[in-house]
């Protein structure tokens, strides 16, 4: 059987991830690719949430997904909280579909009643794996007797619905691999609804896809197999009237792989969404990326807004072959777009990680304000996330109740020669006049560097760590105009004493 699909279609495509946990890379690039091809084609993106696993399921997980596709700024068309003509949009709320569905594909034979313990099914599975077989079901329950039927409901056993699968190959063209077909000995019939009545994905998926009238299914290679069970699936709905009739288009992206070359999870360093957000990646930075993994937009181009990916996304140019994720390559392409933003826009993203280590309350103040749209400049080059930054400069919020040295950059620096720099550099600032940064490089650098003979590193690092904190930091100088003249002086005294 080939299946084909209608071409002219209105595009709809569809994210549907479980709320299950938080997001990790594979699902943001499929995601992004979605919504991308959507764009493109001036199509639909839909949000759906397949919420069906009670025991898995939370709220708190379904509220994490609304906010990080909000904070990926992955707007969508329809879905929770968007509306749209073909909700609900979580699968939750639509069991009453699925057990018409269900009872649908009885009526008609398509799907059977299948009595099967699970110990029967793996007994008869390795007997045809003994005999070198496929070990998939073998069709015991196709065509049951009513006497079998009633014994077996004699003996209190509840049945699964199992779909029933054509003897013919599946054949279709991937939008990513090219065509594609799967023997029918490799596709055998497979159950939609448990014995307890639980729709599975098997059934859920396909009926939201139907109903929804999604166009194209662009999603992970894991699920490839699954496509060879949908499409037929997809027929039956659209024979018995469920749905508009649309046959999906399906294109399968590649495997993100992390570290020893397996697929990368939300587990492993850099697989989780949540921990991009904590240490301060711009979305657009790590979109950025991830639409490198498996795409290109083109030549060695590698920075494009979400705009220009969209105006020249085509599933064509999707590699087929697994992409490697490279946390580096993902932080310099993330510091290059910190570095495009303006110092207003960079300041205002850098206030909520300065918030998460204590240096800004709640609310910032007027002159806070002002102090951050003027220490921004100093640390834009330096940083590659939002979180070194905030880290940085975090010692021009601090009152001497909260100014905090770091531990190993004190016992590394603050040395009793350390110290003696230190008592230096504060007689010589205190004899300025105007506290300004060529004032204050020009006499540090005549008592430090010219009378005292030191190299620039042993002459400034003391001081750095005693006004910043860190010996990682913004230009001293400029620090130190910023921080002005009496915090300044009273930071290099209090480390004379420590």
């Known amino acids: ?20 946990g938080n997001l990790h890379v594979g699902n943001v690039r499929t995601a992004l690719f979605n919504w991308a091809f959507a764009r493109h084609n001036g199509g639909a993106f839909v949000f759906r949430v397949e919420d069906t696993d009670a025991a898995r399921d939370s709220e708190e997980s379904y509220r994490g997904l609304l906010d990080s596709l909000r904070w990926l700024g ?48 793996e007994q008869r599975r390795e007997v045809a794996r003994a005999a070198g077989r496929p070990s998939g079901y073998d069709g015991h329950c196709r065509e049951l007797s009513d006497a079998q039927v009633a014994a077996y409901q004699d003996q209190g056993r509840k049945p699964a619905l199992r779909f029933r ?33 639980q729709p599975l994905y098997t ?16 999603r992970g290679e894991d699920l490839l197999s699954s496509t060879a069970r949908q499409l037929p699936l997809h027929r039956a709905l659209g024979d018995l009237g469920i ?36 240490r301060g990646f711009l979305p657009e930075g790590l979109l950025n990326y991830v639409a490198l993994l498996g795409w290109s937009i083109g030549g060695d181009r590698e920075l494009f807004s979400l705009d220009e990916m969209a105006a020249e996304f085509r599933i064509e140019r999707v590699n087929p072959n697994p992409a490697q994720f490279d946390l580096k390559k993902c932080e310099a392409i993330n510091g ?47 940083m590659t996330v939002l979180s070194e930054g905030a880290q940085m400069l975090g010692f021009l919020f601090s009152d001497d109740t909260t100014f905090v040295v770091d531990a190993g950059d004190a016992v590394a620096v603050l040395t009793a020669d350390g110290k003696e720099v230190v008592a230096a550099s504060r007689e010589a600032l205190a004899s300025l006049d105007a506290w300004d940064t060529a004032a ?26 005693a006004v910043t904190g860190r010996r990682i930091s913004p230009p001293l100088f400029e620090s130190l105009e910023l921080l002005g003249r009496e915090r300044s002086l009273a930071r290099l005294g209090a480390a004379l004493t420590r």
Not at 7 to 16: D, E, I, L, N
Not at 78 to 85: K, L, S, T, V
Not at 203 to 218: E, F, G, K, Q
Request: with cysteine; net charge neutral; proline share 8%.
């Open 74 to 121: 992955l707007h969508w068309d329809e879905g929770p909280e968007a509306g749209g003509d073909v909700g609900p949009y979580r699968q939750s709320q639509r069991f009453d579909l699925y057990a018409e569905v269900a009872g649908a594909l009885r009526s008609s034979a398509r799907a059977y009643d299948c009595y099967c313990s699970h110990e029967e099914l």
């Open 203 to 218: 059934l859920t998926n396909p009926v939201d896809d139907a109903t929804m009238a999604i166009s194209h299914v662009l």
């Open 165 to 197: 699968m054509s003897d013919t190959a599946i054949t279709f063209t991937d939008l990513v691999r090219g065509e594609i077909t799967f023997e029918p000995e490799h596709v055998p019939d497979y159950v939609v609804v448990r014995a307890n009545g």
């Open 440 to 465: 204050i490089e020009s006499v540090l650098r005549e008592a430090l560097v010219v009378r005292r003979g030191l190299r620039p590193k042993n002459a400034f690092g003391p001081v750095r760590v």
């Open 243 to 278: 749905g508009g009739g649309v046959l999906p288009s399906y294109g399968h992206l590649p495997f993100v792989m992390g570290p020893g070359n397996r697929k990368l999870s939300k587990r492993d360093p850099g697989g989780g969404l949540l921990g991009y957000r904590e």
């Open 336 to 382: 290059l777009k910190l570095r495009a933003l303006s110092v207003d826009d960079l300041a205002r993203r850098l206030v909520p990680y300065l918030q998460d280590i204590g240096a800004l309350g709640a609310a910032a103040s007027p002159e806070q304000e002002t102090l951050l749209r003027a220490a921004t400049p100093l640390v834009q080059e330096r």
């Open 1 to 20: 059987m080939v299946e084909t699909s209608a071409p002219k279609a209105p595009v709809r495509v569809r994210f549907c991830p479980s709320p299950t």
